[in-house]
């Protein structure tokens, strides 16, 4: 029996006893059992929503839906140490490697913090400088919690964070909304319900950054149909949120103009996008028609009033998620207009 099972397989018994010394092992054994004892714990997560970041002994999950910081640590310093760290933090994702997210403490001067005026301390105040944050740790770390024997704190954003995270990007959408034809209130809902404003944003099926685009579809479109030449975008290219909301720009007028060509009225037409962006126009058409066939499919849309397609749309398209995520979108644009 290879020696990591073998090891494994005692510590599922012996794990209930005692607490394990890490140092003990080498490396790899020891990264192996972190991983095991850890599973399904905080970093457990593949929502475009939420950030699972490890650093130091502390592990963070950002979410930015609910607008929740967790922090848990094998220690009370390490605990602390992570409370500074996401505080004063700068994403950038040139500098991470956003499928890991490991080493995510980028504190520079002169750059204010990433949650810089969505998290504010007990006096009200926004957090830019060391000297506050370590204040409000210790502030945090008197409500202290515990999730399997670690020290945790949860630290709360500020009640208005999606509209302080979105202004980031809305003069972002605007140029690009601009150079595509895509509106600006249709942009900015479609980037809030995909990943809530989370730049580092990495789906199950691996669509990427604040607009969520798969680089081997909407990506590859993208550089095919707007740019005209044969690409499929990185990782790397589409964490930059300029060129990530460029990109699914682009892409949202290849549907406009391209895939959903036939929709003669405008609202309609932004229904189908929005069902498109979430489904792909092949569902579009397999919910209109039982053959799938496009050309039917849109007369059949061309028929029904306004109305009767968003409710066709929530109601009888072929993927509940879809279903959910026009309601979404729609119910999202009148902040942004």
Not at 88 to 106: K, R, S
Not at 172 to 183: C, E, N, P, T, W
Not at 273 to 286: F, K, Q, R
Request: charged share 20%.
């Amino acid at each position: 029996m290879p020696l990591l099972l073998w090891l494994l397989l005692c510590f599922s018994v012996v794990l209930p006893c005692r607490a394990i010394q890490f140092g003990d092992y080498d490396s790899d054994v020891a990264a192996l059992l972190w991983e095991y004892l850890h599973q399904g714990e905080l970093l457990a997560t593949d929502k475009p929503t939420q950030m699972a970041l490890r650093n130091n002994g502390a592990d963070t999950l950002v979410d930015f839906e609910q607008g929740t910081i967790t922090v848990v640590a094998d220690s009370r310093d390490q605990l602390k140490q992570g409370i500074v760290q996401i505080i004063l933090t700068q994403f950038d994702p040139t500098e991470i490697d956003a499928q890991t997210v490991e080493d995510f403490g980028l504190v520079r001067k002169n750059q204010k913090p990433f949650f810089y005026n969505q998290i504010r301390d007990h006096d009200g105040q926004p957090i830019e400088f060391a000297w506050r944050a370590e204040r409000y740790a210790d502030r945090l770390m008197t409500k202290l919690g515990w999730r399997n024997g670690r020290p945790q704190v949860r630290i709360p954003l500020v009640a208005e964070h999606t509209q302080i995270a979105g202004s980031k990007y809305l003069s972002l959408a605007r140029q690009a909304g601009q150079r595509h034809g895509i509106s600006v209130p249709l942009m900015m809902a479609i980037m809030e319900t995909e990943s809530a404003f989370n730049p580092l944003a990495r789906s199950r099926s691996n669509a990427l950054g604040l607009m969520q685009i798969k680089a081997n579809t909407a990506g590859r479109d993208y550089f095919a149909l707007i740019k005209g030449y044969q690409h499929t975008p990185s990782a790397s290219y589409l964490y930059q949120p300029a060129q990530n909301i460029e990109t699914a720009a682009g892409y949202l007028k290849i549907l406009k103009t391209r895939y959903l060509k036939g929709i003669w009225n405008a609202t309609k037409l932004e229904y189908a996008m929005i069902a498109s962006y979430n489904g792909g126009a092949g569902n579009l058409w397999n919910s209109l028609d039982r053959r799938g066939n496009k050309t039917n499919a849109i007369a059949r849309i061309n028929k029904m009033t306004e109305k009767e397609f968003y409710w066709f749309l929530t109601n009888r398209h072929n993927r509940d998620e879809t279903r959910n995520y026009v309601r979404k979108v729609t119910s999202r644009q009148g902040k942004y207009r």
